[in-house]
């Protein structure tokens, strides 16, 4: 674990890159295949944007309290990640009875407040229960849940290595 310790930004770095190529790819199931994402779905996209920018600033320093931080608030990012996709996936796997088409996450952002915004985002209204793409047997909600776990475990472990070092 010799080169864990010594990259700490490097692995920062290659998590913003991951990022932004995870971003790319929905970008490309959305505009090209012409998958619509459902306000889970945006959700999602948010938190891999914050990971993006807090891993890349997190890289670019060498402070090892920085460090520390940007790992703790990446392992906070990739928790609440995990959890809208754990929610997404569970949805895919037992759909609720009565599923009616919802707003999109800007309509409701227009039209309601705040506070009745984020309890309808994860009541899965609209497709956030429909499959559209599978790979390897994974629906993206499948595949989200897996990077987002992966991000905060490798954040969490540099968090604990730069802790071990002072």
Not at 43 to 51: E, G, N, P, T
Not at 79 to 84: C, K, L, Y
Not at 85 to 99: C, F, G, K, M
Not at 130 to 141: E, H, P, Q, S
Request: charge should be positive.
């Amino acid at each position: 674990m010799d080169w864990f310790d010594k990259a700490p930004r490097r692995i920062f770095l290659a998590m913003s890159l991951a990022c932004v190529l995870l971003l790319v790819f929905g970008m490309y199931l959305q505009h090209v295949v012409g998958l619509e994402p459902c306000p889970m779905c945006i959700v999602q996209r948010y938190a891999l944007v914050l990971i993006a920018v807090c891993a890349g600033l997190t890289g670019a320093t060498g402070r090892k309290g920085l460090q520390i931080l940007g790992g703790v608030v990446v392992l906070l990012l990739g928790g609440s990640g995990a959890f809208v996709a754990a929610r997404q996936s569970w949805l895919q796997w037992y759909p609720p009875e009565v599923v009616s088409c919802g707003r999109d996450l800007y309509g409701m952002i227009e039209n309601f407040p705040m506070q009745r915004v984020i309890p309808m985002l994860f009541k899965g209204s609209g497709d956030c229960s429909k499959v559209d793409w599978t790979f390897l047997g994974g629906t993206i909600a499948n595949w989200s849940f897996l990077w987002f776990c992966a991000m905060g475990l490798l954040a969490l472990a540099l968090v604990w290595r730069q802790i071990q070092r002072r």
